[in-house]
């Protein structure tokens, strides 16, 4: 019994202690090298603030941690620039690999500084390319470096942080996770799908879809091409009003927040102006190109080719149809992927044609693939969140990723434990907005994977200069928000998720 007993205690102590001390310096991390890989830096930074070369921002209160910097070289054209921050103490024994947004060419330190403070090793990837904001010019005669953009960067980093991590600790993470969002967020659904066993969760918010490109230089050529069509910003709060007074109670409850906005349907000839125009109503062009905005994208034959931006967004439209052209970020995947011409004219764009080109560019590299059932069946747990008040990507748009995920993995079901989707009221591309925007991501995917606690309800915060003023449930879709009819609109706690009217 006796001996029974001390082999229990064993057992306790090796599964409770702290993690040991490094298997090998931080320094010595450098002499690791092989025919893709080469570290140029491994060094030791002291617990404090923190300024990356190259960076603007330093971060605070950061604990000490061994930086790695590395060049991976999986082809011979590519050239992806990695970085693995790992903690020198109180190591939490697991690992976040953090996204990018956009076309990539940079780090996005302020995420690895949330994941170092949380105890996590933490690493970031600059796409393959530099330069943050350069477009995509970078895959011109450069095949390779789009597939390092896409997914294949991605990988490689997370391959090479989890070699690192055992280097250093001497085993492995217990856990692994993707956080991203926009860019970020669209990378974390192709590496669920094309490294199934790679991550055990992954937190995919507003997944920027790569035929969003196609639909946001429709609405372009839809919005301003014609100077008649276009509507000046100081009329957004005007045309945002006349939203909300349409859709705002039909969820029961005026608050400023379009609850359902798949619900709304607005009819903008009511702005029309009864003379020439004013500041305070459209002109007759103006109502089509508003009606234009909040409609789907669809070819000849009615099929929707891409969904619409929806109710709500009104303040926010000048992203992409403020002109007087389309934003570079849409621009360059028909510039430099799809025509390889930087010359390209956006105004020749044809929906139907310039799409199907830009799907077969995009086939079996970037496009988003929903057939996620090995990723399921390893045991992966997925956390999409969108805002549908996003002013960038068509918020259906990740509606209809998750019903067809749920559908190829077998499990058509809502409320799978594999696969949540939440939909945020008045919430922007990724945060920012009229509604709460702010939640712990990273403690729910961790509650889920590590302890099977799917989640139910999610508590999301507004602030206003810094002051918390409004918390709301964010539910699983498609379950909605409904407020019992008491208490103050801005206590979460008075607000209950049930299915949609």
Same mark, same amino acid.
């Given at each position: 019994?006796?001996?029974?007993?001390?082999?229990?205690?064993?057992?306790?102590?090796?599964?409770?202690?702290?993690? !040991? /001390?490094?298997?090998?310096?931080?320094?010595?991390?450098?002499?690791?090298?092989?025919?893709?890989?080469? #570290?140029?830096?491994?060094?030791?930074?002291?617990?404090?603030?923190?300024?990356?070369?190259?960076?603007?921002?330093?971060?605070?209160? /950061?604990?000490?941690?061994?930086?790695?910097?590395?060049?991976?070289?999986?082809?011979?054209?590519?050239?992806?620039?990695?970085? #693995?921050?790992?903690?020198?103490?109180?190591?939490?024994?697991?690992?976040?690999?953090?996204?990018?947004? +956009?076309?990539?060419?940079?780090?996005?330190?302020?995420?690895?500084?949330?994941?170092?403070?949380?105890?996590?090793?933490?690493?970031?990837?600059?796409?393959?390319?530099?330069?943050?904001?350069? @477009?995509?010019?970078?895959?011109?005669?450069?095949?390779?470096?789009?597939? &390092?953009?896409?997914?294949?960067?991605?990988?490689?980093?997370?391959?090479?942080?989890?070699? /690192?991590?055992?280097?250093?600790?001497?085993?492995?993470?217990?856990?692994?996770?993707?956080?991203?969002?926009?860019?970020? @967020?669209?990378?974390?659904?192709? *590496?669920?799908?094309?490294?199934?066993?790679?991550?055990?969760?992954?937190?995919?918010?507003?997944?920027?879809?790569?035929?969003?490109?196609?639909?946001?230089?429709?609405?372009?050529?839809?919005?301003?091409?014609?100077?008649?069509?276009?509507?000046?910003?100081?009329?957004?709060?005007?045309?945002?009003?006349?939203?909300?007074?349409?859709?705002?109670?039909?969820?029961?409850?005026?608050?400023?927040?379009?609850?359902?906005?798949?619900?709304?349907?607005?009819?903008?000839?009511?702005?029309?102006?009864?003379?020439?125009?004013? =500041?305070?109503?459209?002109?007759?062009?103006?109502?089509?190109?508003?009606?234009?905005?909040?409609?789907?994208?669809?070819?000849?034959?009615?099929?929707?080719?891409?969904?619409?931006?929806? =109710?709500?967004?009104?303040?926010?439209?000048?992203? %992409?149809?403020?002109?007087?052209?389309?934003? &570079?970020?849409?621009?360059? *995947?028909?510039?430099?992927?799809?025509? *390889?011409?930087?010359?390209?004219?956006?105004?020749?764009?044809?929906?139907?044609?310039?799409?199907?080109?830009?799907?077969?560019?995009?086939?079996?590299?970037?496009?988003?693939?929903?057939?996620?059932? =090995?990723?399921?069946?390893?045991?992966?747990?997925?956390?999409?969140?969108?805002?549908?008040?996003? *002013?960038?990507?068509?918020? +259906?748009?990740?509606?209809?990723?998750?019903?067809?995920? /749920?559908? %190829?993995?077998?499990?058509?079901?809502?409320?799978?434990?594999?696969?949540?989707?939440?939909?945020?009221?008045?919430?922007?591309?990724?945060? +920012? @907005?009229?509604?709460?925007?702010?939640? &712990?991501?990273?403690?729910?995917?961790?509650?889920?994977?590590?302890?099977?606690?799917? !989640?139910?309800?999610?508590?999301?915060?507004?602030?206003?200069?810094?002051?918390?003023?409004?918390?709301?449930?964010?539910?699983?879709?498609?379950?909605?928000?409904?407020?019992?009819?008491?208490?103050?609109?801005?206590?979460?706690?008075?607000?209950?998720?049930?299915?949609?009217?």
């Amino acid at each position: 019994m006796t001996e029974r007993l001390t082999l229990f205690m064993i057992v306790v102590v090796a599964t409770f202690a702290p993690v !040991p /001390l490094q298997a090998q310096s931080c320094e010595s991390l450098s002499k690791r090298v092989s025919p893709t890989v080469s #570290i140029t830096l491994a060094k030791t930074i002291d617990a404090g603030s923190f300024t990356p070369t190259g960076s603007t921002t330093t971060f605070p209160d /950061l604990p000490a941690f061994c930086r790695v910097v590395a060049n991976l070289k999986p082809t011979s054209d590519s050239d992806i620039r990695t970085e #693995i921050w790992l903690p020198i103490s109180d190591w939490n024994g697991k690992f976040l690999a953090v996204g990018s947004g +956009g076309w990539g060419g940079y780090f996005s330190y302020d995420d690895m500084a949330d994941g170092l403070r949380r105890g996590y090793a933490t690493s970031a990837t600059d796409d393959g390319h530099t330069g943050r904001g350069s @477009g995509a010019g970078f895959i011109v005669g450069h095949p390779e470096k789009f597939v &390092d953009f896409a997914y294949r960067a991605e990988h490689e980093m997370t391959v090479e942080a989890k070699i /690192l991590i055992k280097a250093f600790y001497g085993r492995d993470a217990r856990y692994s996770y993707w956080n991203g969002c926009s860019g970020g @967020g669209r990378e974390g659904l192709l *590496q669920a799908y094309r490294y199934p066993e790679e991550f055990d969760g992954i937190i995919a918010g507003d997944p920027a879809n790569v035929r969003r490109n196609a639909w946001a230089l429709w609405l372009a050529v839809q919005t301003f091409k014609d100077p008649a069509a276009y509507i000046p910003p100081e009329k957004y709060p005007m045309i945002h009003r006349a939203v909300l007074d349409a859709c705002d109670a039909n969820d029961g409850l005026k608050d400023g927040l379009i609850e359902e906005p798949e619900r709304c349907h607005v009819d903008f000839k009511a702005l029309e102006c009864k003379a020439s125009g004013g =500041p305070d109503c459209l002109t007759a062009r103006q109502v089509q190109t508003a009606q234009t905005i909040i409609s789907p994208a669809t070819d000849s034959k009615g099929n929707v080719l891409f969904p619409r931006l929806e =109710p709500g967004t009104e303040l926010h439209w000048a992203r %992409l149809a403020g002109g007087p052209r389309p934003a &570079d970020l849409f621009l360059d *995947q028909f510039r430099y992927v799809v025509y *390889q011409d930087p010359n390209w004219d956006w105004r020749t764009f044809n929906l139907e044609r310039d799409s199907a080109k830009a799907n077969a560019a995009d086939k079996d590299i970037d496009e988003l693939d929903p057939h996620l059932a =090995p990723f399921a069946k390893h045991g992966g747990k997925l956390l999409i969140y969108h805002g549908w008040a996003d *002013q960038q990507v068509a918020p +259906g748009s990740s509606i209809e990723f998750y019903k067809s995920a /749920l559908k %190829l993995s077998g499990n058509p079901a809502e409320g799978s434990n594999w696969i949540r989707l939440f939909m945020a009221p008045g919430m922007g591309h990724c945060s +920012g @907005g009229e509604g709460p925007d702010t939640f &712990d991501k990273i403690s729910l995917i961790e509650q889920w994977v590590e302890q099977g606690k799917a !989640p139910e309800r999610i508590i999301a915060a507004h602030q206003t200069a810094g002051r918390v003023d409004r918390t709301r449930p964010l539910c699983p879709y498609p379950q909605v928000a409904r407020y019992n009819g008491t208490g103050s609109i801005d206590d979460a706690s008075n607000f209950a998720c049930s299915s949609s009217r």
